[in-house]
């Protein structure tokens, strides 16, 4: 490993594994630009040299490429099922990467035994996963076979580890890379899915180029926070979580979702055909103070929360972003962080959505997702707020140094229209 470099390790969980280490290797070797990544692939899974799981991971490992990066492989297959490598260099390999890509099979909706057994061993062994990044690859033998519920299911655990998460980024920016294939090799046919699997890679990469860049001072931050569901702006819980993040030296701009005009998302035809650089949402509300918010924020926690005693406008707030990440996905590698307060026992699995829905916006979600959940007697609190702060604070401090010198710009492309 190159001094300074990141490791990048990837990981598979596939039952049908056929690549050794070195067979990863050679074949990320042999992958020189685009054109051999696919034709590559395309032979490997040909001659049913490859499981569909390993055509992704190699497809997302060759879009995280870099001088700044050293990769190494695990078959999961190989440390559960056989000792050609063993738990200590598994958890020598943990310890030592930066960040994690992982590829599953899907089974009903879930994830391979395997990937259990991975977490039990982070777990187990007290692998330290702070500030390391974590994506995901699928692959399922239907067109809606589980492949999405399966990369929420595996990046929440991640998120509940540790790790902070990415998806596969832009133009679709969603969960992770989706495979679609059953017999073995015939990851080959499926270009959408190898697309979004190098796409998690290209987010890892760019986590990996972030996290390296010199950190800007404190004060020079701002971190947006957004409310929702709470009578009072004093609420002792929105306080605790801005002076946690003052005392840093940071600064703070706060909006309140619920007194802003927000009108319903009109589901017109501008979104996604209309293609001009200078955009707006043709509904004049007050949504356009959200959008000057998350042009001029270096990171950004949302808190929400469900009670008996006021209705939020959270939900109506997220059907309209849709504009705003059709604005260049304006949010765009800023971290951001989740807060979700329960007062009673909703079953609404609010942090779980709030967490899905930004990571759309190509984020980077970081960990750990908080959480206050009430019975009306009891409270379980999961995740510590002066954690998700200091966490979130890190990460934007070289977010905003990487974001000032970057040359590249990320182009909305719509994506299940007639444009395209």
Known sequence: MKKGNN??????????AKLSTQGYLEALNRMSDYQTMYELIYE????????????????????????DIDINVINLKDVFKSTKISKQ??????????????????YFGDRSSWFEKLIEHIRTNKIDTKNKIFGMVTAGAKRNGGQETTLVFGLLDALNLGFNVVGNGPPTSQFGGTGWAGDIGKIQDDNFGID??????????????????????????TIGILYSGFNKKGDMRIQDLILNIQKSGVETKLIDIDRLKIKPCLACAKCPHTLETDYGCIIKDDMSEIR????GINGLILISRKGNDKIGKYQLFLERTRFIRRSNFIMSDIPFGVYS????????????????SFLRHNVFVVSPLVQ???????????????????????????????????????????????NT
């Open 196 to 221: 979004t699997s190098m796409g998690v890679g290209k987010r890892v990469k760019r986590y990996f180029e972030i996290i390296s860049s010199k950190a800007t001072s404190k004060k020079e931050l």
């Open 292 to 295: 000057e918010l998350f042009g």
């Open 341 to 356: 307060i329960e007062d009673k026992l909703t079953g609404s699995q609010l942090s779980t959505r709030m967490f899905m």
């Open 89 to 106: 260099e598994l958890t020598k390999e943990l310890d030592r990467c930066s960040g994690i890509i992982l590829g599953t099979p899907v």
């Open 372 to 418: 206050s959940i009430s019975d009306g007697s009891n409270t379980v609190r999961i995740g510590h707020i002066d954690e998700l702060c200091c966490n979130l604070i890190k990460i934007a401090s070289k977010t905003k140094s990487a974001i000032s010198k970057s040359k590249s710009r990320y182009t909305y492309k719509s994506i299940g229209y007639g």
């Open 7 to 16: 490791l990048l390790l990837g990981i598979s969980t596939s039952t049908r």
């Open 44 to 67: 490997l899974g040909s001659e049913k040299k490859i499981s569909n799981t390993e055509g992704l991971l190699l497809a997302s490992l060759f879009g995280a490429r870099s001088k």
